[in-house]
C-alpha cells in the first residue's frame, strides 16, 4: 500500500528531472563540445603560449587545433568529422 502513495511521487520527481536536463540554459544551444561561451574560453586558454610551460597540450598545439574546431561547431555550427588518427606502431609498419 505504501508503494501506491509514494508512485504519484516518484512519477512528479521524473517529470521534473527531465524538464531540469531539458532546459535551455542561458539561450545557448549546448552542443557535444559545450556551449559557445565554454568553447571560445578553451580556446582562449589551449591557443594562448604563456601557459605552454605549466600545460604540455598546450605546448604540443593538438589542444588548440581540437579548440578552434569546437568553437566551429558550438557558435557556427560547423561540424567537422574527427580525424583518424593512425600511427605506424599501431599497424606494426614502423
Known amino acids: 500500500m505504501k508503494s501506491l502513495k509514494l ?3 516518484l512519477v512528479a520527481l521524473l ?3 527531465g524538464t531540469v536536463a531539458f532546459a535551455d540554459h542561458h539561450g545557448e544551444k549546448k552542443t557535444r ?3 559557445c561561451a565554454d568553447a571560445k574560453k578553451q580556446q582562449d586558454y589551449f591557443c594562448d ?3 605552454a610551460a605549466t600545460d604540455s597540450m598546450v605546448a604540443l598545439g593538438t589542444a588548440c587545433r581540437n579548440a578552434k574546431i569546437n ?3 558550438a557558435c557556427d555550427g560547423v561540424v567537422e568529422e574527427d580525424p583518424t588518427y593512425k600511427s605506424c606502431k599501431m599497424e606494426q609498419k614502423c
Open 49 to 51: 603560449m604563456k601557459n
Open 71 to 73: 568553437v566551429k561547431e
Open 15 to 17: 517529470m521534473l528531472t
Open 33 to 35: 563540445v559545450g556551449t
Open 7 to 9: 508512485a504519484p511521487l
